[in-house]
């Protein structure tokens, strides 16, 4: 039985090979952490606000039920509706009924991770009904066709040269790549949107369960557009993004600003409480709350991976991770790319086979937890996911053999002396200029790149040892 | 002090003279040196991959080993890292070892640390020509916060000249099985960090782990643009000589 989806190299290699890619994705994450050290060391004791971040999410997660309850009712009181969606085609089931129920031909979105989640766009289009991200960079990969490849630059891996090919066929007209030139034609494009939008769905950062309010942080202004314009709201959101109230939201807030672009607050931050009451001037009349589980159900009840789900959606980790620098997010194959991607995909989609490659998207470095504005331990995350996927029994047989083999001589130093010594004899077929430089594999993966130092004719034990004897 | 040596398995196998260095410094600085039979491997290479169960037996080795030390100083930041951050995971459900992995833990350093913070003893008299440069490798900073120990004992070495490494704290790519499992994204990374190491103009590349540095070494040889490489016991041992 395969137990490694084939398509996960092509995707590596795919990626390796496309050096402007790499080249992006290097010098967006490298800009994106800077900003990120600047804004942290700015606002001053940040290993406390990270330790305060950490108490507010595991208290959160620990109680959500409580707040989840809490949230529901207020909203419900307000007059929005609520709909608790099992799986991503439950969610697609609760958004697509509401637009039937409409006749909604126009629905315009905010940025949402949830939406790629559940992969609602096609559903909505085979619908019929036309469905415009009016964030740029999700306006982008939407025409394109792609999913995102950063969680917040999600078009991160295109030039303006590809963004020109891509707009010019729906502009009717040709376009030059400078950026006054393109943002224009989105904003014209967008305005129209706006206006037209029967149906605004959007994503939610947090939400504050004793208000039953929305929170969004965007930079381009349009989550406010897409929350006041139409009549109709739904907002979809993770079952685990909620703060208690307005106090711990000031310091989630702060950490996710600044942690995400380095900003100390993002350019637009949009809380609402809809629907429109009777004393609000705008706003949306009808409101309808999706929230998502997805499998954050079990990941709740397991005692290792729980702290998973304190996760803010920053990117932090994407920015410092160096696998991640050197292949960009579509590789993995993932909505979710990068150290958090590799966590929580497994957890999320439970199939082994087709994401069983995530948790080794990693050296293990400790980069990502190190980022961490909540001080996930990612790394230490990712080794346990290791372990489950070996206890679960989806590695190969071989490679169970391998690491008994191991064991064995290395709970028997004695007899892994004479095996050392045993193999720097017979290692010469392998040599080259004094270094082991060819091999089969696995060695050929280190060999076909690097070369290796010869095994000692002597392990230090032994020279030891005899050191002691004369 | 007695202290004891932890060899760890890539310095026993690959680099003796490492070990060997090792036990003549802190010979030379007044100390009583034993390296107690039985010891192997710290178990990283079957932890790191998911194998617990075959971590754990090595781990349980290696703790045996130890038992009856005072001290125990190793030639790795990542050996000892393993110690330190994941023995408490590994024997969670083990209350007998994860008491002796706790004793352990308390009486093991990473010999920079030990020399530095415990020995207080950065100037070790020695002196080497050279333009080196430091990758701090991840474990040992990340993990084992050894902070600035290595930087301190080159800062002593008389004649050294040390340059910076740009973009120093990216992981070489190395990650232990990481590079045979993950041979594509492996290469990837060491090449990039490759590229600094010879950006900085450095004609000496020094860390405090055998794994990194044979990594980063093994691919610019390959690539026919060989940097001299040391850990930084090499180091210390070629300076103390004269």
């Not at chain 1, 331990?377 to 490679?399: S, Y």
């Not at chain 2, 913070?117 to 084992?144: E, F």
């Not at chain 2, 390959?222 to 300076?239: A, D, S, Y």
């Amino acid at each position: 039985m395969t137990m490694y989806d084939p398509t996960v190299d092509q995707r590596v290699d795919k990626a390796l090979a496309n050096d402007f890619l790499r080249l992006a994705t290097r010098r967006a994450t490298d800009r994106l952490r800077n900003n990120r050290v600047k804004a942290a060391e700015e606002l001053g004791d940040w290993q406390k606000w990270r330790e305060a971040g950490e108490t507010i999410r595991t208290h959160v997660v620990a109680n959500l039920d409580f707040y989840l309850k809490q949230l529901i009712t207020q909203i419900e009181k307000q007059g929005g509706h609520v709909h608790l969606a099992k799986t991503p085609a439950e969610a697609v089931t609760f958004v697509k009924n509401i637009v039937r129920e409409h006749k909604a031909k126009n629905v315009i979105k905010s940025k949402s991770m949830i939406s790629e989640e559940i992969h609602l766009n096609h559903a909505l289009e085979d619908e019929g009904s036309t469905v415009i991200e009016t964030d740029l960079g999700e306006y982008i990969i939407q025409i394109a066709g792609e999913p995102p490849s950063h969680i917040i630059v999600p078009a991160m891996h295109k030039t303006r040269q590809q963004v020109a090919d891509l707009f010019e066929p729906i502009a009717g007209h040709p376009l030059t790549s400078d950026t006054p030139t393109l943002t224009r034609f989105v904003r014209n494009k967008m305005r129209e949107s706006f206006l037209q939008g029967e149906i605004g769905i959007t994503g939610c950062n947090f939400a504050v369960a004793d208000t039953g309010s929305i929170v969004m942080v965007t930079n381009e202004g349009n989550g406010r557009m897409v929350s006041t314009l139409p009549r109709v709201q739904i907002t979809l959101m993770g079952m685990e993004r909620l703060v208690p109230s307005f106090r711990e939201l000031d310091v989630m807030l702060n950490l996710l600003a600044r942690s995400a672009t380095g900003q100390k607050f993002s350019s637009y931050t949009t809380i609402l409480t809809p629907p429109k009451q009777a004393s609000d001037p705008d706003g949306p009349e009808e409101f309808h709350l999706v929230i998502l589980d997805h499998n954050r159900s079990e990941i709740l009840g397991d005692k290792t991976f729980r702290p998973a789900l304190n996760c803010i959606r920053c990117g932090a980790c994407f920015n410092v991770c160096p696998v991640y620098r050197q292949i960009g997010g579509h590789a993995y194959g993932s909505v979710y790319a990068g150290p958090i991607g590799a966590v929580i995909t497994p957890l999320l989609e439970n199939d082994w086979y087709k994401w069983g490659h995530l948790p080794f998207f990693s050296s293990l470095c400790g980069a990502c937890s190190e980022a961490c504005p909540v001080r996930l331990p990612l790394h230490d995350l990712l080794v346990k996911l290791r372990a489950r996927k070996v206890v679960g029994g989806h590695t190969p047989k071989i490679e169970h053999q391998i690491f008994k083999t191991y064991r064995f001589f290395f709970t028997h130093e004695k007899t892994l002396r004479k095996a050392l010594r045993l193999g720097s004899k017979l290692q010469w077929p392998l040599v080259r200029n004094g270094r082991i430089s060819v091999g089969i594999p696995p060695l050929s993966n280190w060999t076909n790149s690097r070369t290796l130092p010869k095994v000692s004719p002597k392990s230090f034990m032994q020279m030891w040892s005899e050191l002691n004897r004369n | 002090m007695k202290v004891s040596l932890f060899a760890t398995c890539l310095a026993n196998a690959l680099y003796p003279d490492i070990d060997l260095t090792m036990a003549r410094i802190l010979t030379y600085l007044g100390h009583t040196v034993d390296v107690p039979e039985g010891q192997a491997c710290c178990g990283q290479i079957a932890f790191n991959s998911g194998y617990f169960d075959d971590a754990r037996e090595v781990a349980r080795t290696l703790i045996d080993s130890f038992e009856h030390s005072e001290i125990v100083v190793g030639p790795s930041g990542s050996c000892i890292a393993m110690i330190h951050h994941y023995y408490p995971t590994l024997f969670e459900n083990e209350p007998a070892y994860l008491k002796k992995a706790n004793d352990l833990i308390h009486k093991s350093y990473e010999f920079t640390q030990f020399v530095v913070d415990v020995l207080k003893t950065p100037d070790l008299g020695a002196s080497y020509s050279a333009k080196a440069t430091y990758h701090p490798s991840c474990h040992a900073t990340r993990l084992l916060s050894i902070g600035d120990a290595p930087l301190t004992l080159m800062k002593h070495i008389k004649g050294l000249e040390l340059v910076p490494l740009t973009e120093a704290q990216l992981c070489c790519g190395f990650g232990g099985t990481f590079s045979v499992k993950m041979p594509k994204l492996s290469t990837a990374m060491v090449a990039e960090k490759a590229q600094h190491v010879l950006d900085s103009g450095a004609d000496l590349l020094v860390g405090v782990d055998m794994g990194c540095l044979m990594n980063i070494s093994g691919y610019l040889e390959k690539i026919n643009k060989p940097v001299k490489t040391m850990h930084i016991i090499q180091l210390l041992g070629e300076g103390m000589k004269s």
